[in-house]
Nanobody
Framework: VQLQASGGGLVEAGGSLRLSCRAS????????IGWYRQAPGKQRELVGD???????NYSDSVKGRFAISRDNVWNTVYLQMNSLKPEDAAVYYC?????????WGRGTQVTVSS
């Protein structure tokens, strides 16, 4: 199982970014996918996730600003981030739970300038 996250970059506060995470080696449509982030000096935290039936769940810190969606044809999950704040800056990771364990992507850096 491999996950490849992309789409990170530098954005001004108030701006938007869309991250993508493409999975291979797994029956993608069957599994929930989570987005996590880790800022320097902080623990990795859940941003949100999406179930196999497209039900989404978000942390309070991003609720109303971020949206997760998935495309089971392209084995890809998206994280649309709007109204970005400096505190959203972090390395963002995607994770899939499959075959009894978690698989993580390598992460993509999001930097938000104030």
């Amino acid at each position: 199982v491999q996950l490849q996250a992309s789409g990170g970059g530098l954005v001004e506060a108030g701006g938007s970014l869309r991250l993508s995470c493409r999975a291979s080696g797994v029956n993608f449509k069957l599994h929930p996918i989570g987005w996590y982030r880790q800022a320097p000096g902080k623990q990795r935290e859940l941003v949100g996730d999406i179930s196999s039936s497209h039900v989404t769940n978000y942390s309070d810190s991003v609720k109303g600003r971020f949206a997760i969606s998935r495309d089971n044809v392209w084995n890809t999950v998206y994280l649309q981030m709007n109204s970005l704040k400096p505190e959203d800056a972090a390395v963002y990771y995607c994770k899939i739970a499959a075959r009894g364990r978690d698989f993580w992507g390598r992460g993509t850096q999001v930097t938000v300038s104030s």
